[in-house]
C-alpha cells in the first residue's frame, strides 16, 4: 500500500498518556451513582447495572493477570480517532497479559450478530495507528436491542473465549451497549461490556465525559476551509457564502466553528428553538446583516448554518409534524395528483399557520417535504438544502427591501455543505492522545471486573499526563424518552448550552463580527512543532474549563 509522507510520519508518533496509566494501575472507587433523571423507571429496568460508583485509576501495585479475550465494535458514523482507541485497548490487554487477544467485529455490531470477525494483530494494529477512518473493521448501524441479537452474540464470544466486549459509539451506541451489559449480567454470562464515547457532533458529554472524540479534529478540519473560504470572500469581495455544518440533533460544530473563524452570522439552533423564531426571523436576521455590511460597501460575508436548524424552529417543527401525519394517511391519493398540483393540494388540506408556511416555502423545499420520505413514511430533514433555502428567502427579502429603498447592495450567494470531510480526517494530536487514552483505560476497566462503565478521561485542557482517567456507569447519563411512540432509556443529548461559557463568548462577539470584517484563518491541523500549535484542545473546552 502506498503512504503518504504524513502517514509515514504519523505512524510513528507515540500518544501521550495520563500519568495515572503509565504504571500500574489500581481502581479508585467514589460514591453511589444515580441517573440524570427518571431515577425510579431507570434503576427498575438495570437492576444489575444502576448505582455503581465512579472509577479513578490512580498509581498502584502490579498484579499479575491471566491473559484475556476481548472483542471491539466501531458503531455508527465516523469519527477521527477510533483506529487509536483500538490501539490503546489492544496496548492495555498486551500489556496485562502478552498472550491476550483482541477480535475486531466487521461492519459494527451486525458483525457480532452474523458472527463476522478478525483477530486483530500486532501487524494489523501497527497499519492504523494515528490514521482516521474506521477502515479497520469498518462500521454499521445495525442496533443492538433484541434477545435473539443478544443470544446470537453470545454463540461467538463464547466460541472465541471473550471476556469483555468494547463498544465504540455515540449515544445510541453506547445505550445499547448498557443493554447488553445488563442482559449479560442478569444471565450470570460472565461478559464485560464497556463503551467509548465517540461522535464529531459534540452531543455526547456530561460532568464525566467532558468530550466525545473526533469532535477536536472535525472542527479544526472543518474551520481550515472555512477560513479559507473566508480569505477568498475577502478577497473577491462580491459573494455570500452559506456554509452549513454537520450537527443534526446540536450546534456544538457550528459553534466551535463559529469561535475558531469569526464569521459575519452563525445560527445555532437551540437559540431559535428558545426564543421560538420562525422561519422568516432567520432570514429577517440574516438579510439585515447582509443589509447592514452592503451599506458600508461590503456585499460579501459568510454564514455557517448547523444541519439541524429546521427541526428547531418551533414552526417548522409543527408543520413537519402534521405533513408527516397528513402524509401517512393520504398517502395514495397525494401520488395520484398531477404533480403541478400536489403542492396547492397541500396547501389547501393544512391548517391555516401550517398552510401559510409551507406556502411561503421556495418550490424545491416544499418539494423536498413532501416527497422525498424515509422508510417510516417521515420527511428526511437531513437531505433538505437548508443553506439553500435560506440563502433564496434571503435573496427574496432584499428584493423587497431594495424595491423599498432599505437595501442598496448586490448579493451574490455560493452554498457549501461539510459533513463527511470532517468525519475520516487523520486526527488531531489532542483526539490521537485522548482516543488512546480511552482505549487503554476501557482495558483498564475489563482487568478490574467492570461492565456498564463507559471509558472517561477528563481534566483535557491540562497536559495530557495532567489527565485523569476513569470510568462512569452508564446508566448516570440515561433518561426516559419517547421513541417511535414508546419510553426507552437512552443516554440525554447533550445540546449546545445558551448559559455556558461558550455560547455566552459568541454572542458578546457575534454583533461586532457581524459587522466588521473580523475573519480568524485557523490553517490546517498541525502535527509537528510548537505544543501551544499541536495540541491545542477546542475553543469549547477551554471557555468551559475557563483556560
Known amino acids: ?178 443493554v447488553l451489559a445488563e442482559y449479560y449480567a442478569a444471565k450470570n454470562y460472565g461478559v464485560q461490556v464497556i463503551g467509548c464515547p465517540k461522535t464529531i457532533d459534540g452531543d455526547l458529554k456530561n460532568e464525566m465525559i467532558e468530550t466525545s472524540f473526533g469532535f477536536d479534529t472535525a472542527c479544526k478540519t472543518y474551520a ?33 466553528c463559529a469561535l475558531q473563524v469569526q464569521p459575519n452570522v452563525c445560527i445555532v439552533s437551540e437559540e431559535v428553538e428558545q426564543k421560538e423564531m420562525s422561519l422568516d426571523d432567520v432570514v429577517t436576521y440574516i438579510a439585515q446583516v447582509v443589509a447592514d455590511r452592503a451599506a458600508a460597501g461590503n456585499n460579501f460575508g459568510t454564514v455557517l448554518i448547523p444541519e439541524g436548524l429546521i427541526e428547531f424552529i418551533p414552526a417548522m417543527k409543527r408543520l413537519i409534524a402534521e405533513l408527516n401525519d397528513f402524509l401517512a394517511h393520504n398517502g395514495e391519493e397525494f401520488a395520484a395528483i398531477d404533480k403541478a398540483e400536489q403542492r396547492q393540494y397541500i396547501i389547501d ?28 413514511g417521515n420527511v428526511q430533514v437531513s437531505l433538505i438544502e437548508t443553506e439553500k433555502l435560506l440563502s433564496e428567502m434571503v435573496s427574496n427579502k432584499l428584493a423587497a427591501w431594495k424595491k423599498e429603498g432599505k437595501y442598496v447592495g448586490k448579493f451574490a450567494p455560493q452554498h457549501h455543505f461539510f459533513g ?13 492522545d485522548y482516543c488512546y487514552s480511552l482505549g487503554y483505560t476501557a482495558s483498564m476497566l475489563i482487568a478490574n471486573g467492570k461492565t456498564g462503565y463507559m471509558s472517561s478521561v477528563r481534566n483535557t485542557t491540562a497536559p495530557a499526563a495532567e489527565w485523569i482517567a476513569g470510568g462512569v456507569p452508564i ?19 447533550a445540546l449546545v448550552k445558551l448559559d455556558g461559557a461558550p455560547f455566552k463568548k459568541f454572542a458578546a462577539c457575534r454583533e461586532e463580527w457581524a459587522k466588521e470584517t473580523a475573519y480568524v484563518y485557523p490553517g490546517p491541523i498541525q502535527y509537528f512543532g510548537p505544543t501551544e500549535v499541536c495540541d491545542e484542545p477546542t475553543k469549547t473546552l477551554q471557555l468551559e474549563q475557563a483556560k
Open 1 to 178: 500500500m502506498t503512504k503518504s509522507a504524513l502517514q509515514i510520519a504519523r505512524a510513528a508518533y507515540q500518544p501521550k498518556l495520563p500519568q495515572a496509566l503509565k504504571g500500574a494501575v489500581v481502581a479508585k472507587e467514589g460514591e453511589p451513582t444515580q441517573s440524570v433523571a427518571d431515577q425510579e423507571a431507570i434503576k427498575a429496568l438495570f437492576p444489575n447495572t444502576y448505582g455503581m460508583p465512579l472509577i479513578q485509576f490512580v498509581e498502584g501495585e502490579a498484579p499479575a493477570f491471566p491473559a484475556i479475550n476481548v472483542g471491539v465494535i466501531l458503531s455508527g458514523g465516523q469519527a477521527p480517532g477510533g483506529h487509536n482507541v483500538i490501539s490503546g485497548l489492544f496496548d492495555g490487554i498486551k500489556k496485562l497479559n502478552k498472550d491476550s487477544k483482541l477480535y475486531g467485529f466487521i461492519l459494527g455490531p451486525g458483525g457480532l450478530v452474523d458472527h463476522n470477525y478478525k483477530e486483530l494483530t500486532d501487524e494489523i494494529i501497527d497499519e492504523y495507528r494515528n490514521t482516521g477512518g474506521f477502515d479497520i473493521i469498518g462500521s454499521g448501524r445495525t442496533k443492538l436491542e433484541k434477545e435473539e441479537q443478544f443470544e446470537k452474540g453470545y454463540e461467538i464470544i463464547k466460541e472465541l473465549g471473550i471476556k469483555a466486549l468494547v463498544i465504540i459509539g455515540g449515544d445510541d451506541s453506547n445505550t445499547n451497549a448498557c
Open 224 to 256: 481550515e476551509v472555512i477560513g479559507n473560504i473566508q480569505r477568498d470572500c475577502n478577497s473577491a469581495r462580491k459573494y455570500w457564502h452559506f456554509i452549513k455544518l454537520m450537527g443534526r440533533s446540536a450546534s456544538h460544530i457550528a459553534l466551535e
Open 349 to 376: 388540506h393544512l391548517t391555516a399557520e401550517n398552510a401559510a408556511i409551507y406556502a411561503s416555502l421556495p418550490e424545491g423545499v416544499a418539494r423536498q417535504l413532501s416527497l422525498d420520505r424515509d422508510p417510516h
Open 420 to 432: 463527511y470531510e470532517g468525519r475520516c480526517a487523520a486526527p488531531s494530536n489532542f483526539d490521537a
Open 475 to 493: 446508566t448516570m447519563m440515561m433518561n426516559m424518552e419517547r421513541r417511535h411512540g414508546e419510553m426507552k432509556p437512552v443516554i440525554q443529548k
